[in-house]
């Protein structure tokens, strides 16, 4: 008896534990879909953008620069989180690219 009075609060923590840990699981996984979804937003506005500035033809350089900041602002944020190593191995170097020096495959 004493053993049951003993571990029904250490069931009913462990059972709290779990149910928190599954929320804050499901809580991941929504911002997850958030941050996925403000991305592909951002990055179609950005085209819009671009595309709308290239059919004007000739833009001031105010544009231009307008253009350049929003570009770098819209990378600073994808560099939060690094991208995933390309699918045939090798190396890459800072910025995405291949490391083509020379006796690295």
């Known amino acids: 008896m004493f053993r049951k009075w003993l571990l029904a609060p250490l069931i009913y923590l462990s059972e ?3 149910m928190n840990q599954t929320e ?12 996925d979804k403000a991305k ?10 671009e595309d709308a500035i290239n059919n004007a033809g000739t833009t001031s350089p ?5 253009l350049a900041d929003l570009k770098g602002s819209v ?3 994808d560099d939060l ?5 390309p699918a045939g191995g ?3 170097v800072p910025g995405g690219g ?4 020379p006796g690295n495959p």
């Open 62 to 66: 105010d544009v231009d620069a307008a």
């Open 16 to 18: 709290r534990i779990i």
């Open 81 to 85: 989180n690094p991208d995933a190593p």
């Open 40 to 49: 592909q937003e951002i990055v179609d506005k950005v085209a819009a953008l």
């Open 24 to 35: 804050l699981a499901q809580s991941l996984r929504d911002i997850k879909a958030q941050a």
């Open 90 to 92: 090798g190396d890459t």
């Open 75 to 77: 990378q600073s944020l």
């Open 98 to 101: 291949q490391d083509t020096t």
